[in-house]
């Protein structure tokens, strides 16, 4: 059974720092290109993240560039978003989401997400 | 950057079709995949590449694409397709890349 797990969320003042897991199950990791996908509360989905298999493939949403970082170990099975100055719109529920690596990118399978709330 | 376009709501009795689109330029060009997102729930993708169902998907679910719209059409809708549905596709520009949604559309069952 294919499973993700996000961990790491929780409450964190504006400007503070953040670093979020996803840890895989279920299929073959090292296969895979993985995407962060995020949903304030109440309202729609925003891609902020694609890395490849391999790592060597990385894209930010222009909303997170210069402040979020996504790395993979590939011997763990696990992805993670190192969050940096964060802002009150970051507010939301993360998902890490399987890539379905065919012609163009798009996401089969979720997580349940793991929620950050930036809040003083 | 690329915008996709939903009608944020529509509602449909059951047993009816229910016929869901996302505007955008030329989308046509483009391959438009479709997610569900049931309340409380992760989304699940239920059409890729303009018209293919993942497996246990089931065929009252099918996509189409042309012009500058894509369409989603539920047939024979039943109260457990009540949901929000969201477009997406990937975005290629000269200096960005990535992954746009539309808005979603909330589809209720009368």
């Known amino acids: 059974e294919v499973q993700l797990v996000e961990s790491g969320g929780g409450l964190v003042q504006p400007g503070g720092s953040l670093r979020l897991s996803c840890t895989a199950s279920g299929f073959t990791f090292t296969a895979y290109s993985i995407n962060w996908v995020r949903q304030s509360p109440g309202k729609g989905l925003e891609w902020i993240s694609y890395i490849s298999s391999s790592s060597t493939t990385i894209y930010y949403a222009d909303s997170v560039k210069g402040r979020f970082t996504v790395s993979r170990d590939n011997a763990k099975n696990s992805l993670y978003l190192q969050m940096n100055s964060l802002r009150s719109e970051d507010t939301a529920l993360y998902y890490c989401?399987?890539?379905?690596?065919?012609?163009?990118?798009?996401?089969?399978?979720w997580g349940q997400g793991t929620l950050v709330t930036v809040s003083s | 950057s690329y915008e996709l376009t939903q009608s944020p709501s529509m509602s449909v009795a059951p047993g009816q079709t229910a016929s869901i689109t996302c505007g955008g330029d030329?989308?046509?060009?483009?391959?438009v995949h479709w997610y569900q997102q049931r309340p409380g729930q992760a989304p699940v993708l239920v059409v890729y590449?303009?018209?293919d169902r993942p497996s246990g998907i089931p065929e009252r679910f099918s996509g189409s694409n042309s012009g500058n719209k894509a369409t989603l059409s539920i047939s024979r809708v039943e109260a457990g397709d009540e949901a929000d549905y969201y477009c997406q596709v990937w975005d290629i520009n000269d200096d960005h890349r990535g992954m746009v949604f539309g808005g979603g559309t909330k589809l209720t069952v009368l």
């Open positions: 590449d303009d018209r």
């Open positions: 030329n989308i046509e060009k483009k391959s």
């Open positions: 989401a399987r890539d379905r690596m065919g012609f163009t990118p798009t996401i089969d399978f």
